[in-house]
């Protein structure tokens, strides 16, 4: 399945290190969003764009940072990280805010040594 | 009250029991209704939407209560490929973004 897709899908970073994730959705929707899904917890949702603005932000430290350039691509920039942001980072998107089904990419499975 | 509750199990079943998992929310003006599978280390698919009147796809049924804020996913002939976790989904309120219940793990042995 190609619908949405996200790269790295592994990826191992010390805590001073800076890197991205990228996500890109291929089915035409006009919002998309970062959720974080540690062990054993529900998912969370970090940051919702609908037509590349960012219009929710839960409450997420600064050392993560959204940019959406349009509305096919999303990336997640991350800096100076904890080891409790351990987690796998999931990109979705769907066909409006509010309650459209979601479709997820394969995630990015994230640990910061 | 948690805005999606569901018990976490888990479930475990024979091949061709029939399965029920309930699901509760909080939030009385929600109006979009899912239930999702998640294979583990993966990510979360669409199983079925959940509408007012019930609906079936194959051997999966879903069902919505309003008055008692719950939505049900029934699975009859289970199969060893159904073993997963289900998670529930609601939007918070009526414009709300989908809020994940921490779901239901199912495991269906031989």
């Known amino acids: 399945e190609t619908g949405v897709t996200q790269t790295p899908r592994h990826l191992v970073m010390g805590m001073t290190n800076k890197k991205s994730l990228k996500c890109e959705q291929h089915?035409?929707?006009?919002?998309m969003y970062w959720y974080k899904q540690s062990a054993k917890k529900p998912l969370e949702l970090m940051f919702v764009?609908?037509?590349?603005?960012?219009?929710e932000n839960n409450s997420v430290p600064s050392r993560f940072s959204p940019e959406c350039p349009n509305s096919s691509h999303l990336f997640l920039h991350l800096h100076t990280l904890q080891p409790e942001d351990s987690a796998l980072y999931l990109c979705?998107?769907?066909f409006g805010t509010g309650g459209y089904e979601q479709y997820f990419g394969p995630g990015t499975r994230l640990t910061v040594t | 009250r948690k805005e999606v509750e569901q018990d976490p199990g888990p479930f475990n079943v024979p091949e061709g029991a029939t399965v029920a998992f309930n699901c509760t929310y909080s939030?009385?003006?929600?109006?979009?209704f899912f239930w999702y599978r998640q294979d583990c280390r993966k990510e979360p698919k669409l199983l079925m939407s959940?509408?007012?009147s019930g609906n079936e796809d194959g051997r999966f049924t879903a069902q919505l209560n309003r008055a008692s804020q719950y939505i049900s996913l029934l699975i009859r002939d289970s199969k060893l490929s159904d073993s997963a976790t289900y998670l529930c989904?609601?939007?918070?309120?009526?414009?709300?973004?989908?809020?994940f219940g921490k779901g239901t793990k199912l495991s269906v042995k031989p």
């Open positions: 939030n009385s003006a929600s109006q979009s």
């Open positions: 989904v609601v939007n918070a309120g009526s414009q709300g973004n989908l809020i």
């Open positions: 089915l035409g929707h006009n919002a």
């Open positions: 979705a998107s769907s």
């Open positions: 764009y609908s037509l590349e603005e960012r219009v």
């Open positions: 959940v509408y007012s």
